[in-house]
């Protein structure tokens, strides 16, 4: 089975992590009705608060996060596979894990990835985010295998890092996932040439569902859900409500795409530059 079709859930997470997880469980179900063998939700779908300690304050353990053990029954009872684009998970040393979980139709984990670039700028004087004071970075990449085939990890902020996703596709990803909380600001710069930059590049589809909107921690993100093909070609796409897209996925598409243009494997290492004269 090459052919799978998928769901983006773009959410709104607020404060209130019971009221989040029943947000994202409600678009899920509606997703899974809609005959989505995959159902991916945004970064940080079940809290998003910007004050000072919260995020430590708000999460727990894996092992005793409500969310997840929500969504693990929820994937079991609905028979789909679904990946929670990430959720703080306590990591130790008073700092989380932002952790992507991807969830078998039995309700089993079977991969998790912990975003390993950390947002850290300063947009403006009224934009300044310091992720990792709250977060640990990962140190591994990830690829899990679906019944359609390899599906790569990665979360927001790694979109800027090409050589992540050229090791993804090398190591095999046929589809490959980022979640998002992208502020407004950088979005509408740069949402959409960095995750068609990333399918062109790697000759994979790319799924990145997405926060949007005003939050009630302040913050503005940009939304626009996007589900790409490898030529590039943009699928589906939301606006910036909480909803969800759909699209059906080919994955013979991917070695159509990859034969036409080989670029993994014309890819050369290089000499440093010789010094100045």
Request: proline content about 5%; glycine content about 10%.
């Amino acid at each position: 089975m090459s052919q799978i079709k998928v769901a983006c859930v773009q959410m709104r997470s607020g404060t209130d992590v019971a009221r989040n997880i029943a947000d994202a469980s409600a678009l899920i179900r509606q997703a899974a009705g809609q005959g989505a063998g995959l159902v991916a939700t945004p970064e940080m779908t079940t809290l998003l608060d910007r004050k000072p300690g919260a995020v430590w304050e708000k999460s727990t353990t894996e092992d005793a996060d409500p969310g997840l053990k929500a969504f693990r029954a929820l994937a079991k009872d609905l028979g789909i596979s679904l990946l929670i684009g990430s959720i703080a998970v306590r990591a130790g040393q008073n700092k989380c894990a932002n952790r992507s979980f991807l969830i078998g139709p039995d309700g089993k984990v079977i991969a998790s990835y912990d975003k390993i670039h950390m947002f850290d700028v300063q947009l403006n004087a009224g934009n300044v985010y310091r992720e990792s004071d709250s977060f640990a970075a990962g140190d591994r990449t990830v690829i899990a295998q679906l019944p359609a085939g390899p599906l790569g990890l990665t979360v927001c902020y790694d979109v800027r890092f090409p050589d992540l996703y050229r090791q993804l596709a090398v190591g095999g990803a046929k589809i490959i996932a980022v979640p998002a909380a992208f502020t407004r600001i950088t979005g509408e710069a740069h949402w959409h040439i960095l995750l068609r930059s990333r399918a062109i590049e790697t000759g994979c589809f790319i799924i990145a569902p997405a926060q949007g909107g005003k939050h009630e921690d302040g913050r503005e993100t940009f939304g626009h859900s996007l589900i790409i093909d490898p030529w590039g070609e943009i699928l589906a796409e939301a606006g910036t409500e909480p909803g969800l897209i759909t699209a059906t996925l080919d994955l013979a598409r991917v070695d159509e795409v990859r034969g036409k243009i080989p670029s993994l494997q014309h890819a050369r290492k290089l000499n440093p530059s010789a010094p100045p004269r």
